[in-house]
């Protein structure tokens, strides 16, 4: 079975909001501190799943990510380009901005469910379709790039309740200032 997997650039404490500080938060903007290069390429290590799997976007990720993405050429913005991409929105009528999205068809968990049966998915940022694949037990990996700021405020990864979840880390790595952790379910 292939794996629903949660990217995430994240803080000491927790923050996911605004890495790049397009969302004008005050505290925005913390992962590019460091510089392009700490959130250049694959610093996620997807590999691989770039060419086979399909990934997750909510509305508000995908707008600034077709952005971003839609109008570079180097190795790693092909592969962003070119992997099918699923944008869960109530509001967006059209994604053809950014080759290869589609509105996700259905109910968010039976299509993820359906998905995870034959490809890996990735979820890039999107908090809220993240609390909700947490809630219905559907994420498998966590991979976390934890960047050395602690923000004290903004949305965080863990912040809706629920059910503990237990985790086992499979792989920590240094790159740069930041730290990718990467935790498999029990």
Known sequence: MSQVIVIEFITLDGVIEDPDGSDGSPWGGWAFRYGPEAVAGDKF??????????????????????????????????????????VASRSLDDVEKWSNSTLLPGDLLDEVSK?????????A??????????AA????????????????????????????????LAGAERTGQAVRLVYNRD
Do not use: C, H
């Open 45 to 86: 290590e997807l590999g691989e799943v770039l060419d086979t799997g399909v990934m997750l976007l909510g509305r508000v990720t995908w707008q600034l990510f077709s952005r971003i993405w839609s109008a570079r050429q180097d190795e790693f913005s092909q592969k962003m380009n070119a992997i099918p991409k699923l």
């Open 115 to 123: 998905r995870r049966q034959s490809q890996d998915v990735v979820v």
């Open 125 to 134: 940022g999107s908090a809220s379709i993240v609390d909700a694949l947490r």
């Open 137 to 168: 037990d559907l994420v498998d990996q966590y991979r976390l790039l934890v960047f050395p700021t602690v923000l004290g405020q903004g949305r965080r990864l863990f912040d809706q309740p629920g059910r503990p979840v237990g985790l086992n």
